[in-house]
């Protein structure tokens, strides 16, 4: 039986007269990647915001590690990881200073070098973010969600504008830090990202969860109405063709 880490029961956020998130219910189960999906707008980003103690809520109930939001929002802060959007970085220092910094925010003891090893930038340890490529700079805000050593992850559009290289690299990274232990919750635009990493989904449009399932069950429902693409799926796609003519590793490094 799968425990939940994370129960969202009839949440509801309204902005003034507008309400975006209307009353949603999801569980987030110990030790999954949790994909959140949804258009532009669809409330994806509130919903995390007030699960992250981030943004007020206005009704409904959140539970994170057993820990009511209302109730021990600092407990919950204690064991979830969020990457902080880059601009947030200080700018005069290198990446081993800054996760020394966060650390010492965190109250935690953390082998900087180690962490960085563990997001592949050990070459990059005395450079500062500003001067990272995208993709480093991505795994970089990652390795900075795992300083607090938290149960769970949150990741918003961890791979948007990467390039495939990157992209799949950092999928490696999440898979790793998931395989280690950690939930994961990530909110992509990706589909195939989303069918490559996610092992539940729920699709929200307009603040409202539409569809809650594994990626090959939502798949399966939808043949089963007797959907069917127009044109003939090929054994590889653009991206394939890509990856093979442009290979594997990672330009940046
Ligand atoms: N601070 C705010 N004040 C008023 N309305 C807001 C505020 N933040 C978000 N909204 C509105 O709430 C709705 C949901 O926004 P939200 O950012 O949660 O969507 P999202 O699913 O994360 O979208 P995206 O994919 O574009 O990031 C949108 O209509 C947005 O305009």
Known sequence: ??????????????????RAVKGIS????????????????AGKSTTLEIIETLREKTSGDVVVG???????????????????????????LNLLQLV???AGLYNQ????MDLLRTVNLEEKARAKFKDLSGGQKQRFSVA??????????????PTTGLDPQARRNLWELIRKINAEGTTVIITTHYMDEAEYLCNRI???????????????????NLVATGFERSKEVKKANLEDVFI????????ED
């Open 1 to 18: 039986m799968a425990t939940p880490i994370i129960s969202v029961s009839n949440l509801v956020k309204d902005y003034d007269q507008f």
């Open 26 to 41: 999801f569980e987030v189960y110990e030790g999954e990647i949790f994909g959140l999906l949804g258009p532009n707008g």
């Open 66 to 92: 057993g820990y009511n939001l209302d109730r021990e929002p600092d407990a919950i802060k204690g064991i979830i990881g969020v990457q902080l959007q880059a601009s947030g970085y200080y700018p005069g």
């Open 100 to 102: 020394d910094l966060f």
């Open 109 to 112: 003891r953390v082998h900087a």
């Open 144 to 157: 900075t969600t795992l300083i607090n050593k938290p149960r769970v992850v949150f990741l918003d559009e």
């Open 202 to 220: 729920a699709i929200i449009d307009s603040g409202e969860i539409v569809a809650l399932d594994t990626p090959d069950q939502l798949i399966d």
């Open 244 to 251: 093979q003519l442009t290979g594997k590793h990672l330009r």
